[in-house]
């Protein structure tokens, strides 16, 4: 495979404006019929209609109940996943899942779910916790912990990306919170005790994470992924800030698909969803790519690949797509595309759509109120189940934080882009982006070469 660095944005009109020659015929991800069509226009960007705001607004209170029952109130952390179709005992909490759960009770708290003090006496709790008691190393957290008393399980790594996720709710609640001094200290504190250049080693790119018995992960933050948030919060520290390099180590592959061309990787739906739940790509862009469009091509590129798998699986259509890690009647599976990954076999992933509400909203609310009307088995307490199988009849009994969470918090941006004016007052993500060039586009534009025309 090929890398290359763009050095024009992406744009919805053009998708990636790249010179054909840029990348070998022969080394490109092509479409299914390795064929190089000229681009097809991508769906306009709409309001939601009243019908559309108040289903959303259904779905949200619902994962709420998650984020909000699934939790200790004393420990703040919340579990990874839930049983919904039984009593659930499970006490595996994950801290992506509770990162999540922060940035929830403020979205909460906004729409008048929970009042203002029970949404500041859980952010207390939670805060102080991660602060006093909960085990870390170099300010990192352990992926899992036990709900209840916060040690370690499963023998889980020190995730970076996890910690990222979790801080980012730590962020949107310093901000939401903005005139409590208690959550304001609490917030700094644990955002500034974690030490980006120790995770960073001897390289520019972030390891997958550390366990006290192997040490560092050897894998690496290398290609397009979740990664952005990460390198973001670590360049945009104040205590121990990555260097600008970290930003321009990670390659930016393209790929392209029935004509539409976009940096991608070979990984499912969600890389292109969790770091713009938090971080706002609008409108601006680095030297490489604008990267919300991008996530808007790839999520109708995601949706075209389906239709295309609609002769393997008669369920799929432009009413039902969406394929992300998720369970499966075989357990938990990565799996999506293009080009198809994992065993796929006709499941729906609901988060798939939901937690691309932003980028596609006609196309992933028409699949969000098709799950809802027709399939109802896919619908409990919290929402939506994680997968379901229309084909074989088989329904998840579980949610998932993580997948939950990414529905949540989309769901409200798409709404009223909440989280992201929230996040974006944060100084640490405001330096993150401008340390890694980011600029509107109305600012001056980049050469080939990557630097500003003056």
């Known amino acids: 495979m090929a890398y290359l660095s763009l050095a024009l944005p992406v744009s919805r009109g053009d998708a990636l404006r790249l010179a054909e020659e840029a990348l070998p015929q022969q080394q490109r991800p092509e479409n299914a019929a390795g064929q190089h069509a000229q681009p097809a226009p991508l769906p306009p960007l709409t309001t939601l209609s009243p019908e559309d705001e108040q289903f959303l607004d259904t779905l949200e209170r619902a994962n709420f109940l998650f984020f909000w029952e699934q939790a200790n109130p004393q420990t703040g952390l919340i579990k990874d996943r839930c049983d919904v179709r039984t009593k659930d005992t499970s006490v595996a909490a994950s801290i992506a899942s509770s990162g999540f759960g922060l940035t929830a009770i403020c979205i909460a708290e906004k729409r008048g779910f929970i009042s203002r003090a029970e949404a500041r006496l859980r952010v207390v709790q939670s805060l102080a916790f991660l602060w006093h008691k909960l085990p870390t190393h170099r300010g990192f957290y352990f992926h899992f912990a036990n709900i209840n008393t916060g040690e370690r399980v499963w023998d889980s790594e020190v995730s970076s990306v996890d910690t990222a996720i979790l801080l980012c709710g730590v962020l949107t609640c310093r901000q ?77 592959t393209i790929f392209e698909y029935d004509g539409l061309r976009y940096i991608g990787s070979f990984a499912p739906l969600f890389v292109h969803q969790y770091s713009q739940a938090w971080f706002d790509f609008r409108n601006k862009r680095d030297r490489y790519a604008d990267y919300f469009e991008n996530s808007a091509i790839a999520t109708d590129v995601h949706r075209r690949f389906c239709l295309e798998l609609n002769e393997q699986f008669s369920d799929y259509s432009n009413a039902l797509w969406g394929i992300t890690a998720s369970d499966s009647i075989r357990g938990y599976v990565v799996w999506g595309g293009p080009p198809a990954m994992g065993p796929i076999d006709g499941t729906v992933v609901p988060c798939a759509a939901g937690g691309s509400l932003p980028f596609l909203p006609d196309a992933t609310m028409r699949v969000l109120r098709t799950i809802h009307d027709h399939y109802p088995q896919a619908w409990c307490r919290y929402g939506f189940v994680d997968a379901f199988n229309p084909l074989t009849n088989w329904y998840d009994t579980d949610v998932i934080g993580i997948d939950t969470g990414i529905m949540m918090v989309m769901a409200e941006n798409v709404r009223t882009g909440f989280v992201w004016d929230t996040f974006m007052k944060n100084p640490e993500a405001q330096r993150g982006m401008d340390v890694a060039g980011f600029r509107p586009y109305d600012a001056a534009p980049y050469s080939s070469a990557g630097s500003q025309l003056q």
């Open 176 to 252: 939401h919170f903005i005139d409590d001094r208690d959550i304001a200290e609490l917030a700094h504190a644990i955002f500034d005790r974690v030490d980006w250049t120790w995770l960073a080693e001897d390289t520019s790119l972030l390891s997958h994470g550390w366990t006290p018995e192997l040490g560092f992960i050897p894998s690496r933050w290398d290609f397009y992924s979740e990664l952005m948030m990460m390198y973001l919060l670590g360049m945009g520290s104040s205590s121990h800030p990555l260097n600008s390099d970290a930003w321009f180590a990670w390659k930016r």
